[in-house]
């Protein structure tokens, strides 16, 4: 099989890759082999537009943010499903100090948050001591939709092979490359933390965390809005269910599920809502984070058919739709990549 493009991976940087290669019409594969609890596959999904106790504006909001509304809507209508909604979050402040930070940012004029008019409304489902705020220019992109109605796509057009990759069957030449019985121009690792392992980009500074997240049936909660008192509640798809997490885990034996996770968020959910509610899922992943909390994007300074698009991190829903784009035009046009994200930033220790 002759193709331009190898993927590795279809997770959410692999689904973005291959959206706009095809797009562009060009030939590609993907290699993924289904797995059910990787970080694309149990992410909450949520884009939002400030980050960290400070509650500060996140890196790039004015372009990244309407770039992600805009792709999710359209690979949405593409292929008949609900991909993003707009969902404003309401914050309950679980502490003092958090609800004197948020207010010092309204007085500030900030775009996002808002002091919220009725203190009262949630009082009906909620516990909360403190007030509550508002940030607005929320979304949550349903991957629950996405990644399974991509992959069909994929299938459907013989551009997926459902299968582990083996790194050894790879064999590079200096203008093209071989795996199994593929020859391609190009191979682009889109595979989560399997780069950490990878010889050609081992070397990037990759600070992987383990997150945890429950999936909730809470009968009654209405779904217009994501909650927040320490912890996220976010509302999926399907009507009555709740995304609940995340931790962040820097050191860890394992991917798998912790019972002090469990034991803590169930504690925290009995705490918090005044309705019943019934945890249905508990799952885990490994992020592929960034020492610099910055992206891995571009190809390799030495073999330049060996490309990436990794270290998302948690920002993984509203950066990869951006910096695929990116990377589709810097292959097929040679358009620069921003300097930031660029893997070019470590080519001395990639050359090594």
């Not at 609800?99 to 002091?115: A, G, P």
């Not at 383990?210 to 009654?220: D, Q, R, S």
């Not at 829903?317 to 292959?331: G, N, V």
Request: aromatic share 12%; charged share 20%; hydrophobic share 40%.
């Amino acid at each position: 099989m002759q193709i331009e493009y190898l993927i590795i991976g279809q997770g959410i940087s692999g689904t973005w890759l291959s959206y706009y290669l095809q797009k562009e019409g060009k030939s590609f594969s993907v290699i993924d082999n289904n797995e059910k609890k990787s970080p694309s596959a149990i992410s909450a999904g949520i884009i939002n537009p400030v980050t960290g106790r400070r509650m500060v504006k996140v890196w790039m909001a004015e372009e990244i943010l309407p770039f992600a509304w805009k792709a999710y809507k359209e690979i949405g209508h593409e292929l008949n499903t609900l991909c993003i909604s707009q969902k404003n979050l309401i914050d309950f402040f679980p502490n003092p100090h958090q609800r004197q930070v948020f207010m010092e940012r309204v007085e500030e004029n900030d775009e996002y948050l808002h002091s919220y008019p009725e203190q009262n409304k949630f009082n009906p489902f909620f516990n909360y001591e403190l007030d509550c705020g508002e940030i607005r220019h929320c979304y949550i992109a349903h991957l629950e939709n996405l990644l399974p109605a991509w992959r069909q796509q994929l299938k459907s057009k013989d551009q997926l092979l459902e299968e582990d990759f083996e790194i050894g069957k790879l064999i590079i030449h200096e203008n093209s490359i071989e795996y199994k019985n593929i020859k391609t121009q190009k191979i682009i690792f889109c595979d989560g933390l399997s780069s950490f392992q990878n010889p050609f980009f081992k070397q990037l500074p990759f600070a992987p965390n383990k997150g945890e997240m429950l999936i909730v049936e809470i009968p009654g909660l209405p779904g217009q809005h994501i909650y927040k008192k320490g912890f996220i509640l976010a509302p999926l798809s399907a009507p009555g269910l709740f995304w609940f997490g995340s931790n962040y885990q820097w050191k860890f034996d394992n991917a798998d599920p912790t019972k002090e996770f469990y034991e803590q968020a169930e504690r925290h959910l009995k705490a918090w809502l005044k309705i019943p509610f019934t945890i249905l899922q508990h799952n885990a992943a490994l992020r592929p984070a960034t020492l610099e909390r910055r992206p891995f994007i571009g190809t390799q300074p030495v073999k330049n058919n060996i490309g990436i698009l990794n270290g998302m991190g948690t920002k993984g829903c509203s950066l990869a739709p951006y910096f695929a784009k990116q990377l589709a035009d810097h292959l097929i046009y040679h358009i620069p990549i921003l300097p930031e994200a660029d893997i070019k930033r470590f080519s001395k220790i990639l050359s090594k």
